[in-house]
């Protein structure tokens, strides 16, 4: 327990102070890039902002998860997700800085909420645990799919990015309901789309 915890302090830190560790090569690599003025870069580093949070969230929720899981054969996948979660992490921090852009300065406070909720869940039993992650993986793969639109149709490099977890994303989604999710009710859902809405339009900004 106290090895775990030293691990997952020690990740804690690399999350926060941006240096994750990809396992995999960015999608990004070798893909040109695309003839963007000021105002794309802007609006395009903004929304790699908004994920990258999203991926400090998704460590979190991670960590949380291997705290306090019970079923030991969960934890294999759970932790093989978790390690595609700091693939995207590094992923998007090293797109944002592409750009011209910073990521977030509520990352400790993105961070620490997502925590909080990850032990609540965690501490309801794994099927709930469980049934948060799939619910949080589905509503960032359709963000994800929003981003697609959004984004300058030139930025080929930031879409090769945002592609590619979007495909994990639903992996992991897939996961969660194998390994035995509850089935969330609705208001949780509406709930965790109104956080989910706030953080984004925060993290477009700051
Ligand atoms: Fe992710
Ligand atoms: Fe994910």
Same mark, same amino acid.
């Given at each position: 327990?106290?090895?775990?915890? @030293?691990?997952?302090?020690?990740?804690?830190?690399?999350?926060?102070?941006?240096?994750?560790?990809?396992?995999?090569?960015?999608?990004?690599?070798?893909?040109?890039?695309?003839?963007?003025?000021?105002?794309?870069?802007?609006?395009?580093?903004?929304?790699?902002?908004?994920?990258?949070?999203?991926?400090?969230?998704?460590?979190?929720?991670?960590?949380?998860?291997?705290?306090?899981?019970?079923?030991?054969?969960?934890?294999?996948?759970?932790?093989?997700?978790?390690?595609?979660?700091?693939?995207?992490?590094?992923?998007?921090?090293?797109?944002?800085?592409?750009?011209?852009?910073?990521?977030?300065?509520?990352?400790?406070?993105?961070?620490?909420?997502?925590?909080?909720?990850? @032990?609540?869940?965690?501490?309801?039993?794994?099927?709930?645990?469980?049934?948060?992650?799939?619910?949080?993986?589905?509503?960032?793969?359709?963000?994800?799919?929003?981003?697609?639109?959004?984004?300058?149709?030139?930025?080929?490099?930031?879409?090769?990015? @945002?592609?590619?977890?979007?495909?994990?994303?639903?992996?992991?989604?897939?996961?969660?309901?194998?390994?035995?999710?509850?089935?969330?009710?609705?208001?949780?859902?509406?709930?965790?789309?109104?956080?989910?809405? @706030?953080?984004?339009?925060?993290?477009?900004?700051?």
């Amino acid at each position: 327990m106290i090895d775990a915890l @030293v691990l997952e302090f020690d990740r804690a830190l690399r999350v926060l102070a941006g240096t994750p560790r990809a396992a995999r090569p960015s999608p990004a690599a070798g893909v040109a890039e695309g003839e963007l003025d000021g105002a794309a870069r802007a609006h395009a580093a903004a929304l790699m902002r908004v994920n990258h949070v999203g991926e400090v969230c998704a460590q979190a929720l991670y960590q949380g998860q291997a705290l306090t899981a019970r079923d030991q054969a969960a934890r294999g996948s759970l932790a093989r997700a978790a390690r595609e979660e700091e693939d995207h992490l590094a992923w998007s921090g090293d797109r944002i800085r592409e750009l011209g852009g910073r990521p977030s300065l509520l990352n400790p406070l993105w961070y620490a909420g997502s925590l909080a909720m990850g @032990v609540a869940a965690g501490a309801l039993g794994d099927r709930w645990n469980l049934a948060f992650l799939a619910e949080t993986e589905r509503q960032v793969e359709a963000h994800l799919a929003g981003h697609l639109e959004s984004l300058p149709p030139d930025d080929r490099r930031t879409r090769a990015v @945002v592609e590619a977890m979007r495909a994990d994303e639903a992996k992991h989604r897939d996961t969660a309901i194998a390994l035995g999710a509850a089935e969330f009710p609705e208001p949780a859902r509406r709930a965790m789309r109104f956080a989910a809405k @706030v953080m984004t339009t925060v993290a477009y900004r700051l």
